[in-house]
């Protein structure tokens, strides 16, 4: 290759543009890339370096950059290290920084970025890659229909052309030119869109508009549900949403913000957690990034593929390919210290029928300084009387918050408790799957790290127990229940 003297390096590194760069300006960009990159890419070859490393060793070139070719071509190659590693959060953090920082990079630029690297396999891990995907993917076939759609509505003004061609300023970002052709529409969507235009709509009504629009353009939904999460966040904000409409906003928002992340394999009959730091220097039994310090996947007995924690009490439960089966009355109990001290999160997938007894010891699972405590018990509960009820219990005060077979049918469902400092107590949140079932603050917290029960008179099973050392966000909870208990995502990277 032709080596490129210090001073053309500097013109290329220091020159400025303003919008997405020239094919001829790409064409001058490449060899200078490709001779930086060299170095690193040949370690890479010679597995001195990982996908990762390559990944962040572009990004660092990038930041050095002013000329919008180099910095576009280190910004593009970092993306596709960055699937390779399995680090799905900054891949989508990487096109994140493309779009905003490279101006005019046309959506079909983006489609071919992630689609060149992304794999149908790995698409279904990376949830926020995937999106940005198909959105770019949509907004690249609206700009083919806008003007074919423009020439139709000059000869015909029906509603179903004009919202497709609002649709096609929306996706494209005219969201001023979108809200002119929507308010055109009859019905509830001109008469919203109008409202959004001039300000008269509440936002909480536009929030659930356009969160639950059906976009012509499969994949265009995200443009949409940005919109509605800003009158979303504005209704919160302005005290306008309360009670059980705040918490399904809440959850809306949170799935919105998920971050994607690498996932690691299940461990072995008795091996550790895999990692994609392992052979770096780190330990292997270590917790990853995620905080997490115990997991139990029963896959080798009662093993502790983590902190090396085992139950301190059988009875006679059974541990078999991945399952551990309770016998009514027969509790599964972990020593004290094994939950730490707040902030914590206990997860737990188990499932159960509707064959118990229905006792008041129908835990799922307590957390408590010992197996027959009350006072400073925090617990999820089966409890049948009349019918099934779901009950949660923080330090003595209880609340039912579910109903009906749903909560015992047969079937794997991710119970999760977390827990953060309130001063002198504890503010802890319960979780049943993807919905938070409610909160409670305790006034006071254990002096000593608690132990950890299981089971009671049901006589449900488990797949997956884990502990961590600081409390998980809601989204971070969606993200674990859309991985499965098979698969631990390490929520420290791509945030």
């Known amino acids: 290759m032709k080596k490129i003297g210090f001073a053309a390096f500097a013109s290329l590194i220091t020159g400025v543009?303003?919008?997405?760069?020239?094919?001829?300006?790409?064409?001058?960009?490449?060899?200078?890339?490709?001779e930086l990159m060299n170095p690193v890419l040949t370690e890479y070859k010679n597995k001195t370096k990982t996908a990762a490393e390559v990944a962040e060793a572009s990004i660092q070139f990038s930041e050095s950059a002013k000329g919008e070719a180099v910095k576009y071509l280190f910004l593009r190659g970092a993306v596709g290290y960055y699937i390779k590693d399995g680090n799905f959060g900054k891949a989508a953090d990487t096109i994140e920084q493309i779009k905003t920082n490279i101006k005019g990079v046309p959506p079909s630029d983006i489609a071919d970025i992630i689609s060149s690297a992304l794999s149908k396999e790995n698409a279904r891990k990376a949830p926020r890659l995937n999106s940005q995907l198909q959105l770019a993917q949509a907004q690249v076939r609206a700009a083919k229909d806008s003007r074919k759609l423009l020439s139709q509505l000059r000869q015909v003004k029906t509603d179903p052309v004009l919202r497709q061609y609002a649709e096609t300023l929306a996706l494209l970002g005219d969201w001023k030119g979108a809200l002119a052709e929507f308010s055109k529409v009859s019905g509830e969507v001109g008469r919203l869109a109008k409202g959004d235009?001039?300000?008269?709509?509440?936002?909480?009504?536009?929030?659930?508009?356009?969160?639950?629009?059906?976009?012509?353009?499969?994949?265009?939904?995200?443009?949409?549900?940005?919109?509605?999460?800003?009158?979303?966040?504005?209704?919160?904000?302005?005290?306008?949403?309360?009670?059980?409409?705040?918490?399904?906003?809440?959850?809306?928002?949170?799935?919105?913000?998920?971050?994607?992340?690498?996932?690691?394999p299940s461990p072995s009959q008795d091996g550790p957690v895999a990692s994609s730091d392992t052979g770096r220097g780190r330990s292997p039994s270590a917790p990853n990034s995620s905080g997490i310090v115990h997991r139990w996947s029963f896959t080798n007995g009662f093993a502790d593929s983590i902190g090396n924690v085992a139950p301190s009490k059988y009875g006679n439960a059974k541990a078999e390919n991945g399952v551990v089966a309770l016998q009514s009355g027969s509790p599964l109990e972990f020593p004290a210290g094994t939950v730490p001290l707040a902030p914590f999160t206990v997860q737990v997938w188990a499932s159960a029928t509707d064959k118990g007894l229905g006792s008041e010891d129908d835990y799922i699972f307590k957390i408590a300084s010992k197996p027959d405590s009350k006072d400073d018990s925090v617990f999820?509960?089966?409890?049948?009387?009349?019918?099934?009820?779901?009950?949660?219990?923080?330090?003595?005060?209880?609340?039912?918050?579910?109903?009906?077979?749903?909560?015992?049918?047969?079937?794997?469902?991710?119970?999760?408790?977390?827990?953060?400092?309130?001063?002198?107590?504890?503010?802890?949140?319960?979780?049943?799957?993807?919905?938070?079932f409610g909160e409670r603050t305790s006034k006071s917290a254990w002096k000593k790290p608690p132990m950890l029960i299981l089971g009671g008179f049901v006589a449900p099973t488990y797949n997956e127990v884990r502990v961590y050392t600081r409390a998980l966000s809601h989204a971070e909870i969606i993200t674990s229940l859309n991985e499965g208990h098979e698969k631990v995502p390490e929520f420290g990277k791509g945030k």
């Open 380 to 436: 999820w509960t089966w409890r049948a009387k009349t019918k099934w009820v779901s009950m949660i219990c923080a330090f003595g005060e209880g609340k039912a918050v579910g109903h009906g077979k749903l909560l015992v049918d047969g079937k794997i469902h991710l119970y999760t408790i977390t827990g953060e400092k309130n001063g002198g107590g504890m503010l802890l949140k319960f979780y049943q799957d993807d919905t938070c």
């Open 197 to 264: 235009a001039d300000g008269t709509a509440g936002t909480a009504e536009l929030g659930d508009f356009w969160w639950d629009y059906k976009t012509s353009y499969t994949g265009g939904e995200p443009a949409f549900r940005e919109r509605a999460a800003n009158y979303y966040r504005k209704a919160i904000a302005d005290g306008k949403l309360d009670g059980l409409k705040r918490r399904l906003v809440e959850q809306r928002l949170a799935t919105l913000s998920m971050p994607d992340v690498a996932t690691v």
């Open 17 to 34: 543009a303003i919008a997405y760069p020239t094919k001829p300006e790409l064409a001058e960009a490449r060899p200078l890339v490709a």
